[in-house]
């Protein structure tokens, strides 16, 4: 079993930066996949960034392309949303997510354990 905190969300002005920490217990984190999801207000949780076991291969969701880099740091059992160019449409509740599903898993059923969020507010 796997506990994640997230921290790092605050309040931006559009085209600032943020970085969010989640931090896993458990000397297993290297074995899960680890993804970031992003709730908007009134909208469907929706997938943001992946990346496999050994951070060799990552996935990002078109509207973060280029401004987004998810990382992992094993050694520390955390997982870094590292968010540029924040724009208005990027206000959400971000959660991490750990899944030990292959093949770059996306869909929040494919995630067995989740953290509680942190909100990030970009103003414009």
């Known amino acids: 079993q796997v506990q994640l905190v997230e921290s790092g969300g605050g309040l931006v002005q559009a085209g600032d930066s943020l970085r969010l920490s989640c931090a896993a217990s458990g000397r297993t984190f290297s074995y899960y996949v680890m993804g970031w999801f992003r709730q908007p207000p009134g909208k469907e949780r929706e997938i943001v960034a992946t990346?496999?076991?050994?951070?060799?291969?990552?996935y990002y969701v078109d509207s973060v392309k280029g401004r987004f880099t998810i990382s992992r740091d094993n050694a520390k059992n955390t997982v870094y949303l590292q968010m540029n160019s924040l724009k208005p449409e990027d206000t959400a509740v971000y959660y991490c997510?750990?899944?030990?599903?292959?093949?770059?898993?996306?869909?929040?059923?494919?995630?067995?354990?989740w953290g509680q969020g942190t909100q990030v507010t970009v103003s414009s």
């Open positions: 997510a750990a899944s030990r599903k292959v093949g770059g898993p996306t869909r929040r059923d494919e995630y067995a354990y």
């Open positions: 990346i496999n076991y050994s951070g060799g291969s990552t």
